[in-house]
């Protein structure tokens, strides 16, 4: 999630979060993400896992429920141009969830 800082992981907002809900939210997406990554790499070689994309970038907060419908309909055409794209014969993490900027 691109912000501030050398530290960017994954997709993050163009700007620091405002306020302590919003930090709190974010930390606990970084959290999450990194230990999807970790948890994939370690399990990856022993079951098969299948990580489908996040969002990318997600300008949106992850509790502003305004824009809930279009968030649904983007993932939606997502997935499906990612299982298209052959993602379910993919294995690994998903560029989406490693450090990156936009």
Known sequence: MPGTGPGKTACA???PP???IASATHAL???IARQMVSD????GDRI???VVPPL???DVSPYDFT?????IDRAAVSTRDWIDGGGLERRGIPHQLRQHLH
């Open 40 to 43: 994939v790499q370690r399990l």
């Open 67 to 71: 824009r809930a419908g279009k968030l």
């Open 29 to 31: 997406n970084l959290m």
């Open 13 to 15: 907002p163009s700007s």
């Open 56 to 58: 990318c970038p997600l």
């Open 48 to 50: 098969e896992i299948t």
């Open 18 to 20: 405002g306020g302590a």
